[in-house]
Antibody, heavy 112, light 107 residues
Framework: VQLVESGGGLVQPGKSLKLSCSASGFTFSDYGMHWIRQGPGKGLDWVAFISSSSGTVYADAVKGRFTISRDNAKNTLYLQLNSLKSEDTAIYYC???????WGQGVMVTVSS | DIQMTQSPSSMSASLGDRVTITCQASQDIGNNLIWFQQKPGKSPRPMIYYTTNLANGVPSRFSGSRSGSDYSLTISSLESEDMADYHCLQYKQYPFTFGSGTKLEIK
């Protein structure tokens, strides 16, 4: 069972970025998936959830700016980050519903 | 939103000490709480599910308990490998919320 994030990097405020989380070792389509982030030296913040049937929920801080989605044929979870702000700078983790499997995290830095 | 107030924010303890970390929920969350351990540069690892249930592979010196709206993680006899950050998470209702974390250091 493995989750591998990709797509992070340095981006200017107001710009966009799309993160991916590639799943293997389990039936991805059976599981809801979360995105969680951790700012530098800070605690964990839950960001968004997508159910196995693609229902979505978001944290207030990202609602309207971030979009969680999934492609079951590609065993991949996504997070589209728009209108980025400096406070979105963080390590972004994907995690399986049940919290027993997390990716290694991907760094997003929002700075001019 | 449900607020999770975690304490202490940091602590230092000696090998063999009994250590307790607490999260207080601002609303009823039942037993819908998980404790995570996070070592530097690593992803969080679940330690305790549903307030009291030990996750697979977690040493028996770890335990979880609840008193009203106060949820505790206890390490009965601290070992060097327990040096880490610890986080609680409520999953009673969205948005899910984490405590602010506890940094546990070894004296």
């Amino acid at each position: 069972v493995q989750l591998v994030e990709s797509g992070g990097g340095l981006v200017q405020p107001g710009k966009s970025l799309k993160l991916s989380c590639s799943a293997s070792g389990f039936t991805f389509s059976d599981y809801g998936m979360h995105w969680i982030r951790q700012g530098p030296g800070k605690g964990l913040d839950w960001v968004a959830f997508i159910s196995s049937s693609s229902g979505t929920v978001y944290a207030d801080a990202v609602k309207g700016r971030f979009t969680i989605s999934r492609d079951n044929a590609k065993n991949t979870l996504y997070l589209q980050l728009n209108s980025l702000k400096s406070e979105d700078t963080a390590i972004y983790y994907c995690a399986r519903k049940g919290w027993d499997c997390w990716g290694q995290g991907v760094m997003v830095t929002v700075s001019s | 939103d449900i607020q999770m107030t975690q304490s202490p924010s940091s602590m230092s303890a000696s090998l063999g000490d009994r250590v307790t970390i607490t999260c207080q929920a601002s609303q009823d969350i039942g037993n819908n709480l998980i404790w995570f351990q996070q070592k530097p540069g690593k992803s969080p690892r679940p330690m305790i599910y549903y307030t009291t249930n030990l996750a697979n592979g977690v040493p028996s010196r770890f335990s979880g308990s609840r008193s009203g709206s106060d949820y505790s993680l206890t390490i009965s006899s601290l070992e060097s490998e327990d040096m880490a950050d610890y986080h609680c998470l409520q999953y009673k209702q969205y948005p899910f919320t984490f405590g602010s974390g506890t940094k546990l250091e070894i004296k």
